[in-house]
């Protein structure tokens, strides 16, 4: 194997390792836990995760509480900031051939790497919406459509949500789409990236 791809594929299996919380230093783990311990002193927190970040700043795990922090403080601006420098740590780490074509159905159900990206797609996705960004949300829901064409990841449910608010649905408006799964075949919302 080429020194390159073989660079490439440790970088791979870190990242990935690192999604499940491997790879971390116990210093940067360390500011993470205190900092869960601090949630009556939010300001005193949010410092010791952008400490861990600092730290780490290609780690996942990090981001992953600092979006934990933004979102259950309901700074979703944040939070949506954060999963956008999530979004492109993943992709630097998949590579740039990940998403020419969809991952395999196996990859999507137990590769970490591969889960990340497509469950920051979903929270992007949600947090657009949330924000009332719905061209945004709608691309972000239709990349997802095209990586998991199999809804494993459960991103269908946001479209069908982002579909109803467009065509005026009221709440508690009978159900006329699947429970799970994207629905018919015909193209996802928005353009698929090419």
Known sequence: MPADRL??????????????????SPQVEALITEAGRCRDKPQQALALLEQARAAAPRHPAPLIALYRYYFYSHDLTQARATGDNALAIA???????????????????????????????????????????????????GELRRLDPQDQVGGALLWHVLNRHEHGLPEGAPLDYPVRGWGDTSPGPGPSPG
């Open 7 to 24: 660079q490439f594929a440790n970088d791979l299996a870190a990242f990935a390792d690192g999604v499940i919380g491997g790879g971390l």
């Open 91 to 141: 992709r630097t780490a998949l590579g740039p051939n990940f998403g020419d074509q969809p991952p395999s159905s196996e990859a999507t159900r137990s590769d970490p790497a591969v889960r990340f990206y497509l469950f920051t797609l979903k929270g992007l996705a949600y947090l657009n919406l949330r924000l009332g960004d719905m061209d945004e949300a709608r691309l972000m829901l």
